[in-house]
């Protein structure tokens, strides 16, 4: 994706639920060439996380299909597996502070065969994530997924 607009300041979405910023997505191959798509953060936190009816403001079903997705907090989606989107198509991105070292982790994790793997491939052969260390280990995730994870330091 590619946005010649002015930057735009992102914030967390905590009292909103969600922030949606718009980009201009470049790509050959769709009819709609530089067509508009949209990001959605959302942040879970403050939604009880009781029933699938607190969900939906965020419009997840349309968001999922239709736009990027960052999403904090997303364990509490975790109880309504039929508000998630496919396996396929989820890129968990885990950030923790590592205390004995006082730097931040990122972890980059996608099933096998996400649509994910070929694109985090591509970063990692345009070097584009050297600072980065990947894991091709297949581990399976206890749901008979397997995993492939990338992780900064």
Known sequence: PENDADPVRVTSPTYL???TYAYRYDDATDDKVDAMREIHHMD???LPGTSPKDFEPLNLSNVFQNSISLIEWPSRLLAFPQLLPPIENV???DIRIV???EKRKMVLTAIHKSCWKERLQYLADEGMLDDLLWDNNEEDDGN???NDSLESQ
């Open 99 to 101: 205390p004995r070292f």
């Open 91 to 93: 890129l968990q991105i």
């Open 44 to 46: 879970l936190y403050r």
């Open 17 to 19: 639920l969600s922030n």
């Open 144 to 146: 008979g997924n397997d």
